[in-house]
């Protein structure tokens, strides 16, 4: 039987989702073909091996849980080939072997090549995209420069460093309102604004910069939010697109994970042509970005039928209502065998 490192929460802003994206892998994850061990890292950057149950794992209360809590670490020695765990009687590191790490990570420090980067130097096959493109695909500027230089378009941004800063009134001027102002390595909407007046610029580069020291400001688009979840290698597969309509002035954290006031379309309720252009931009724009695993690809369609990248997530929302494993299923594909897919993708 393969054993499989999941790894879960991370000192990122988008931990707790982690939590639950993870806790439904492990639930649904072939226990005939696969041992799991699930590797937790509390929101401060402790690890922990956590032996409890899934749901704990899912409202956060893990971390607390601590008679199944037990020290461990990847170990960059790729010899060891797994992880350092903390055997409590013996009050030693024991190596544990495994075949497959499966980081079910969102945002920094999990999507952005760090621990992909670390999965490489242990030796480690890794579920999803390698350093390289992962670490291009989070930094909104670059991967919407790479999708232009294949001809996908994208709508106008400029970039602005923090130590810019007093530049950014001069710096946005070529854009029409409304804006939008985002941390450039960020996700979940966490730390971006929507600006219709200039008079709002400095709080949202303020809440923007929280997050990251580059912002990116774009102009504000209007049309249908469309996502496309893309899967494999040499042989990629693209599925059908789905619709976002926000129940709040954009697709905001509460309105992704606490409010119920989203809708979302399978198949998306756009012309077919359309639907085909969306799908083959996903494809050129994984592929432009060297992505192999899985990713899940964003973009606007305007009224006119413009195509606009917005952004890629290699490693997209896992949980039992994301769009990802919506639009698998809606291929033929289910979120076990999805999972299995995944894995198997990478076991030596
Ligand atoms: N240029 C834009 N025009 C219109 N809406 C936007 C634009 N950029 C972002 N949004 C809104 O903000 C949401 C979050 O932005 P996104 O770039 O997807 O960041 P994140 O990585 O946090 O998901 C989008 O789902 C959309 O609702
Ligand atoms: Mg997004």
């Not at 060891?80 to 920094?108: C, Q, S, W």
């Not at 303020?206 to 996502?227: P, Q, R, S, Y």
């Not at 996903?282 to 432009?288: C, L, R, S, T």
């Amino acid at each position: 039987m393969l054993k499989v490192l999941i790894l879960f929460g991370g000192v990122s802003t988008e931990h707790e989702v982690s939590c639950v994206s993870a806790s439904n892998v492990c639930k649904n994850i072939d226990k005939e073909k696969f041992e799991y061990i699930k590797l937790g890292i509390t929101k401060k950057g402790v690890w922990w091996v956590y032996n409890g149950s899934e749901d704990k794992m899912a409202d956060g209360s893990w971390e607390y849980d601590t008679e199944n809590l037990v020290p461990a670490v990847v170990s960059p020695c790729s010899a060891h080939h797994g992880i350092m765990v903390l055997n409590k009687a013996t009050k030693t590191y024991e190596i544990i072997r495994v075949d497959v790490a499966f980081p079910v990570l969102h945002g920094k420090n999990g999507e952005d090549g760090t621990m992909q980067g670390l999965m490489k130097l242990a030796g480690i096959p890794c579920v999803g995209c390698d350093t390289y493109s992962s670490a291009v695909s989070m930094h909104k500027c670059a991967a919407k420069i790479i999708a232009e230089t294949v001809g996908v378009r994208t709508t106008p941004f400029v970039r602005l460093r923090k130590c810019e800063r007093d530049t950014a009134v001069d710096a946005v001027k070529s854009l029409k309102l409304p804006i939008f102002v985002k941390p450039v390595n960020g996700g979940s909407s966490v730390g971006i604004t929507k600006v219709k007046s200039l008079d709002a610029l400095e709080e949202a580069l303020d809440v923007a910069f929280e997050t990251d020291d580059l912002v990116i400001i774009e102009e504000g688009v209007v049309g249908k939010e469309i996502e496309v979840a893309v899967l494999g290698k040499d042989d990629v597969l693209a599925s059908v697109c789905g619709e976002i309509v926000a129940g709040a002035e954009f697709y905001d954290y509460e309105n992704k994970y606490k409010d119920d006031t989203a809708e979302y379309y399978i198949p998306a309720r756009l012309d077919d042509v359309v639907a085909q252009t969306v799908r083959k931009n996903a494809v050129e724009v994984y592929k432009a970005l060297d992505c192999k695993g899985f990713s899940r690809v964003d973009f606007f369609v305007t009224e006119s039928g413009d195509v606009l990248f917005n952004e890629i997530n290699t490693i997209p929302g896992f949980t039992a209502i994301s769009m990802y494993p919506k639009l698998m299923a809606e291929c033929g594909i289910p979120y076990s065998e999805l999972i299995t897919r995944l894995i198997m993708a990478e076991a030596e």
